[in-house]
């Protein structure tokens, strides 16, 4: 890895995707998570890479991208997101505020468990 990225570690191996035009590397995982938007209720969709500014989801449920999103991943608060690119039933998002890395270890690992 070169000095741009940060090593992610758990018990598991970690696929990182190529940092491209992004500030972190993200970390491929699979996972449900819950999501909600201010016109909606919690409605599944499956969470596809994260890092510390943000995470790719797939969601069969249409999302308005000038609306914040709130997700809630295992054993963490809610978090808050904006939408920053779609493609089909695939979005990109941003953190409101960047996860700690040991936060993101930790969601890591519990995804896993989940997993």
């Not at 995982?29 to 209720?41: A, C, D, H, K, P």
């Not at 963490?76 to 779609?86: D, E, F, P, R, V």
């Not at 960047?98 to 989940?114: I, Q, S, Y």
């Amino acid at each position: 890895m070169d000095g741009k990225m940060e090593a992610v570690r758990s018990a598991d191996k970690i696929e990182i995707s190529p940092l491209g035009n992004r500030k972190h590397e993200r970390a491929v995982v699979e996972g449900e998570i819950l999501v909600r938007q201010s016109n909606s209720q919690l409605f599944p969709a499956a969470l596809s890479d994260l890092s510390v500014s943000g995470f790719k989801m797939k969601s069969y449920t249409h999302l308005d991208e000038q609306k914040p999103v709130y997700i809630r991943l295992p054993g963490i608060q809610t978090l808050t997101a904006t939408i920053k690119w779609t493609g089909f039933q695939e979005y990109g998002c941003a953190f409101s505020q960047d996860l700690h890395p040991a936060v993101l270890t930790h969601l890591l690992a519990k995804l896993r468990e989940h997993g």
